[in-house]
C-alpha cells in the first residue's frame, strides 16, 4: 500500500487539522547490518528519539514489534522515574498510548532531515560497537539509546537545538500523561538539573561543559511507521496495517 501522501508533515496535517492529540505518532525505520548481524534503529519524527533493536531476524514483525514497544516503555519508566512520576502515573500514561494507538502502518517514505540525525545515530552505533568488540544487546542498547537521546539535535529551517530526550519526555507528559504544559515545562526542567549534575559529577574538572554534534551521511529513504488510533484492530490481508494488540505480549 503507498503512503497516503507524500510527506510525513502532510499525513500529520490531514489526520489531524484541528487536534494536537496524537492520533498518529510516526517513527522512521532504518535497517543496518554491524558484524553480521541485523539492527534497527527507529525515530520518533517530531522529537528525534531514537530506539535501536538488534538480535532481530529479517521480516520478523511479531518480534521487531514486541521489542519496540518493550524498549519504548523501559525509556518512559526510566524518564519519568527521573522527574519523580509515581508508578501509577506511569503506568496510566502506558494505558493511554495503548489505548489511542492499537495498529500500525508500514510506509516507504522518508524525511531527509530525519535521515540525517537517523545516520548520525548509526555512526555512534558502529563506532560502540567496534569499540566493545561486539553489537550491544538487552540493557546495553538501552544504554546506547540514553546516550544517543542526549545528543544535540537542530530540524530543518528550526533556530534552536534541542535534546531528543527532553523533547520526547515533554510530548509523552502531555499526550499521555495529560500534564498540561506548565507542568511539563516543570519537569524537564527537573530532568534537565539532573542532567547537568550528573555530568558535574562525572566530569569534575569541567566547569563549563562544551557540547559537540556532528551530522553525517547521504539521505536515503526510511520505512515510516505510523501508530494509530482507529476501530480496524486485525491485521488485513495484503495491506501494510498491521494490528499491534495481536503482537502485544499478554
Sequence with gaps: MPAPHKTIDDSIAESQPESTDPLQWHWLLHAIKVKGKHVLLAMDYQS????????????????????????????????????????QAIDTSLERYRHQHNHCAFYLRGDRSVQAHINDVVWHFRSWADETGEVPVGVDLISFDAFANQLLRRRKNGKDYFFPQREFLHAWLRHYGEYNTAQADACIEVLRVKERAEFVARHPELSHPKLSHSESGQPSEATDISLSSDDHSHKSPGNNVVALDDYRKK
Design 48 to 87: 528525534r528519539f531514537s530506539i535501536t533493536l538488534s538480535a532481530l531476524k529479517k521480516g520478523d514483525d511479531e518480534s521487531f514489534l514486541n521489542n519496540f514497544e518493550h524498549h519504548l516503555m523501559t525509556h518512559v519508566y526510566e524518564l519519568m522515574a527521573t522527574i519523580n512520576a509515581d508508578i
